[in-house]
């Protein structure tokens, strides 16, 4: 048993005072915020009398009952009922008895509440499994006290003590209120891996019968005393900025109680890296219900003009930075001829091994490709949204948002109110994939409402979202392989860039495995914003890599699993450079895994693509089996294989799996976001192609590499190499080459 | 604005809101039924898929005056107490991840199946295509939806 110091997540151990008398903080009642498990059994989970609250986590009723509080926010990635098995392993009680509640944003009590980077799980994993165990060892100690025998004679399991020399047993229920009035120990005892009962099975999801039934839980359900419906208007492009409106008749119609322009941000505010903000200018109509007040928006009469340069100040850890944001209106075209230009300059360099100017003079041959992929929008299934009430003294907020500390100091510059009136709700977001990590919505409906001095909800209409820009960033990277006369790779060099920042990680495969090695990187600036989009930067120039080491594997005549375990061969026992950040055998682990199991040495006969990667600490790899129907590519079986240590919920993370490989292949076909003069071209579905159940592979196996390592995420780690999965396949099928996504825009795809 | 007599999960209700009011706001900011959802507004997405008569139909682009004496069904009225067997289906295959798309999944499929008790892959495929999920369980729902058909 390894033992750990509890000033591990000290912060879950301040019993807050808001709590007394085991109370929440929540308004709403213990009955009707009470999520019960979709179980049969949870129909009879009764509701104690009495809670009694062992540590921010955890309260135990006094019939047995346990509520285990997710302190992160939930956007499908089903954290909500993983990180409380954690909780409930260490704990030793029977998930049969637990409830779970949603934690709201409460820094006094959790740790870190941030939902991204697919870190969740690995950074919460020992907060939780101390949390559990601490609270274990108080049941123990209180029921040795009660029984008065020694402490290491009481054993735990399924919420029940014992103590077998006296044959005597107590539940977790009845010796609850003594437990909480231990002192917190210094040290815990955390299980042996060996003994989990809960993490590494399978658990369905905690919400499940919420969803299937469509009870209110998602920011955009809100419904408050008087609230009142708000939209806003931003600038139809980038680089444009409000002139001058005219609401007379906007004004006039039913419904609406005003329109207004708000300003999001201040210009002396110096930004924090979260507070992305395309347009702080905004127009915004209010009104009592959201068709009225859809109708009034399209009636406002609004001039716009360009945007000159400007610049913002940000707090970079402390130290002020101005931001510049260039003027003018971009478009996707000039964006293409501007990054081609880029590529073919001397970029920075980032790093170099061994000599590859000179390798690639004496090269025999030289492979050379460049790749590229256009701006994404995030488009999560629910818009934007924020409910916000602000009076004079204080603020609640309710709303999608993947990390509150990152809004709740700029709420409190915003607003004037200090943080600690500043109540941020939780609510399962629709979808995420890195959009709601930018709380911008937060201050827009929190201004609204302050303004207006009555509770608001706001609503992005889709074509607001789709346009508001905080994009995946549009790539280019041009890879280049040098081969000498016996057709040895040699070299090796990527240059790779973008549109505003460039994708390239120089330290990750294949660096150090190749003698001479150059990574360089560029950027181009420019006043289209961007953030977070899942798996970022890794979200393109995996399938690029990957893409190129399938067409180099062939100029070298070699199966394309045998050159990377090859190459990795060499990063394990005589590695190139230092810093190579990722494990070869691990790495190697998973290629092998997926190449039994898609018996990639046995079938011949498929058009099938290879691809792997190593990102957010997990280890991928991945076969893709497609054919052409009616020139269409039809992904028949996808198999993938994960290390990404021990699982928590098994089926939980192959759903989320299932999900990135999806998302992979419909952004790899369908996915853009273009611009004509600053404007987005793309509006909607209609026009934005999202991947739809026609399209979507038949079946997906997804395999977990058997090992004791602690936990890293699941969330993200999949959608990367699957890009080249599919350019792979689709070679096969086609004998064509993929180097630009959209595939589908980029070439037509024969059959 | 007019009022409108509209039969909703077994009940009668009224509301008074314009002509042109799409169904969909009618249900989410009038009868706090607001689990039929909101995504695209223009048919695209069918997050807003509720049944009229029993067929599933896009409620963003229902006006309210076009409804008449027709009964709708939200998921909230699928079923009293969670139990339609699409609804088990579901949860038995763990479906949702965010859960945003998948009432308007459900409702599709339930239509679906009340047509058809036995679909083929591309019939469900053609049934559910006008159903984008983003965080792609579409995998799942297929077999939810074999699952649901098979339990009949
Ligand atoms: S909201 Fe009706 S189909 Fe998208
Ligand atoms: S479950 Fe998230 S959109 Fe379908």
Excluded at chain 1, 667 to 681: I, V
Aim: with cysteine.
């Amino acid at each position: 048993m390894a033992t750990v110091k509890t000033t591990l997540g000290r912060r879950s151990f301040l019993k807050s005072s808001v709590l007394a008398g085991g109370g929440m903080m929540l308004s709403f009642s213990w009955f009707a915020g009470c999520e019960i498990p979709n179980r049969k059994e949870a129909a009879t989970i009764e509701m104690p009398e009495e809670w009694f609250e062992l540590n921010s986590y955890i309260k135990i009723g006094d019939n047995g009952v346990v509520t285990l509080f997710n302190p992160n926010p939930e956007f499908g990635q089903n954290v909500k009922t993983s990180m409380p098995m954690i909780l409930a392993d260490e704990l030793d009680v029977d998930w049969k008895n637990v409830i779970v509640e949603q934690a709201n944003f409460y820094p006094k009590r959790y740790d870190r509440q941030f939902t991204g980077g697919s870190q969740s799980i690995r950074q919460g994993w020992n907060i939780l499994r101390t949390a559990g165990a601490t609270a274990k060892r108080m049941l123990v100690t209180a029921a040795a006290q009660h029984w008065q025998v020694p402490v290491n004679e009481v054993t735990a399991k399924a919420g029940i003590l014992y103590h077998t020399a006296t044959n005597k047993e107590i539940s977790y229920g009845e010796i609850a209120s003594l437990a909480a009035i231990q002192p917190i120990p210094e040290e815990v005892e955390l299980k042996e891996i060996k003994d989990f009962k809960i993490i590494g099975t399978s658990k369905k999801n905690v919400a499940g019968t919420e969803i299937v039934t469509g009870k209110p839980m998602f920011g955009i359900d809100y419904q408050a005393e008087g609230m009142l419906i708000a939209m806003i208007i931003h600038p139809p492009a980038f680089g444009m900025k409000l002139k001058k409106f005219d609401a007379t008749k906007a004004k006039s119609m039913p419904g609406i109680k005003d329109v207004f322009k708000i300003d999001t941000l201040k210009s002396d505010y110096a930004r924090n890296y979260f507070d992305t903000t395309t347009f702080t200018e905004l127009i915004t109509v209010v009104g009592n219900s959201t068709w009225e007040v859809m109708q009034a928006k399209k009636e406002v009469v609004v001039d716009w003009e360009q945007a000159p340069e400007h610049t913002f100040q940000m707090d970079a850890r402390g130290n002020k930075i101005a931001i510049n944001v260039p003027a003018g209106l971009e478009s996707t075209t000039v964006h293409q001829t501007k990054m081609n230009q880029y590529n073919k300059k001397p970029g920075n360099i980032l790093r170099k091994d061994g000599d590859p100017e000179k390798a690639f003079k004496n090269a025999a041959k030289i492979l050379e490709r460049t790749y590229s992929a256009p701006f994404l929008a995030h488009n999560t299934m629910e818009p934007v949204n924020c409910f916000a009430n602000v009076s004079a003294e204080k603020a609640e907020l309710y709303g999608p948002i993947q990390a509150p500390e990152f809004i709740i100091g700029t709420l409190s510059e915003r607003l004037k109110l200090p943080k600690d009136k500043i109540q941020i709700n939780l609510a399962r977001m629709g979808g995420g994939f890195g959009l709601r990590a930018y709380g911008h919505h937060m201050i827009e409906a929190a201004v609204i409402s302050q303004e207006m001095k009555a509770p608001i909800k706001m609503v992005y209409t889709r074509e607001d979202d789709m346009s508001y820009g905080i994009y995946r960033p549009s790539y280019t990277a041009t890879y280049k392989a040098a081969m000498d006369e016996n057709n040895n790779l040699i070299a090796f060099h990527v240059k790779a860039g973008g549109i505003p920042e460039s994708p390239l990680a120089p330290n990750r495969f294949p660096a150090g495995a190749i003698e001479n090695y150059l990574a360089e990187a560029w950027e181009i600036p420019s006043n289209i914003t961007i953030g977070a989009f899942r798996a970022p930067r890794s979200n393109f120039i995996a399938g690029a890599e990957q893409s190129f080491l399938d067409e180099l594997a062939e100029e070298l005549g070699k199966d394309p699993i045998e050159f990377r375990l090859e190459l990795l061969e060499r990063a394990k026992n005589n590695p190139v450079g230092e810093n190579n950040d990722y494990d070869p055998e691990r790495y190697a682990g998973v290629i092998k895994l997926v190449k039994s199991k898609s018996n990639w040495d046995e079938i011949n006969d498929k058009s099938r693509g290879f691809s792997a990667y190593f990102c957010h600490n997990t280890y991928v790899a991945q076969v893709l089996d497609l054919e052409i129907e009616n020139d269409k590519p039809k992904v028949n079986n996808v198999y993938a294989a994960v290390d990404c240590g021990i699982v928590v919920n098994k089926d939980a993370a192959k759903n989320m799996g299932e999900g990135a490989i999806i998302d992979g292949i419909g952004n790899s076909l369908y996915g853009e976001q273009t611009f004509k003069d600053g404007a987005p071209q793309k509006l909607n579905f209609d026009r934005y192609q999202l991947i739809r159940m026609s399209e979507a592979p038949k079946s997906i196996e997804v395999h977990f590499v058997e090992n004791e390592h602690s936990p890293t995420g699941m969330g993200e780690p999949l959608f990367p190499p699957i890009f080249a999965a599919m350019a792979n396949a689709l070679y096969r099928a086609t004998g064509q080459r993929h180097y630009q996504q959209p595939f589908i825009i980029e070439k037509k795809i024969i059959g | 604005m007019a009022t409108y007599n509209l039969k909703i999960n077994g009940k009668d209700q009224q509301v008074d809101v314009s002509a042109s009011t799409p169904l969909l706001w009618v249900l989410r900011d009038h009868f706090q039924l607001v689990g039929t959802k909101f995504g695209c507004g223009i048919a695209q997405c069918g997050a807003c898929t509720i049944h009229i008569e029993g067929i599933a139909v896009r409620s963003c682009q229902l006006p309210v005056s076009a409804v008449g004496e027709q009964k709708i069904t939200t998921i909230e009225g699928l079923s009293e107490n969670g139990d339609h067997p699409v609804q088990k289906a579901w949860i038995e295959h763990d479906v949702p991840q965010c859960g945003y798309c998948q009432a308007g999944q459900i409702m599709s499929a339930t239509s679906l199946l009340n047509q058809n008790p036995n679909p083929s892959d591309i019939e469900i495929d053609e049934a559910m295509n006008g159903n984008i999920c983003r965080c792609g369980t579409y995998t799942r729902i297929k077999k939810a939806i074999k699952t649901a058909a098979n339990s009949k």
